[in-house]
């Protein structure tokens, strides 16, 4: 079984790399010389639900939920749906962990989790320009077994802009 996962996952960057994997399931993915995949696109319309546990305002285990769409090059190619719960706030900074999931249909998801920043200043969302780093820890269909990274910046127009790595 590891060995077909494997011989996918290689079919996935040789088509990748050929420019013929598309949005119709999947994000279009760039190879790079050492077998890593990488993934460009933008999460667009995000709306977020804000539920404020614990003393009022921002405090450790308020909860945040998330979805929006995925866009790349204009194309809708998918969903982002994802939770952040505040686990401190320091400063002008409220530190939330987070789970998130990038949905393209037809089963192929790639889930990611990692530590964020949103402002104490009552907006939600990241903080606008700063670089957030995540970790993939898995995927479904052709996305099964995925492990890498991801970056994401939250953009002055409202969007997020995700750079994913996958590594073989």
Excluded: W
Aim: proline fraction near 2%.
């Amino acid at each position: 079984m590891r060995r077909s996962r494997l011989r996918a996952r290689s079919t996935i960057t040789a088509l990748a790399a050929c420019g013929l994997l598309t949005a119709a399931g999947a994000a279009t993915a760039s190879a790079q010389s050492n077998g890593v995949e990488t993934l460009r696109f933008t999460a667009a319309g995000v709306t977020v639900t804000a539920l404020d546990h614990g003393p009022s305002g921002k405090s450790p285990g308020d909860l945040y939920v998330y979805e929006g769409a995925l866009r790349q090059k204009g194309k809708r190619i998918g969903s982002i749906y994802g939770t952040n719960v505040t686990v401190k706030v320091s400063g002008k900074r409220e530190i939330v962990q987070g789970q998130l999931s990038y949905d393209f249909g037809g089963g192929d998801s790639i889930v990611v989790t990692g530590i964020s920043a949103y402002p104490v200043d009552g907006k939600n969302g990241f903080i606008v320009g700063e670089e957030v780093g995540r970790v993939v820890v898995g995927g479904t269909g052709i996305y099964s077994g995925a492990r890498g990274n991801v970056t994401t910046t939250h953009q002055k127009n409202g969007t997020y802009k995700h750079v994913v790595r996958l590594y073989p």
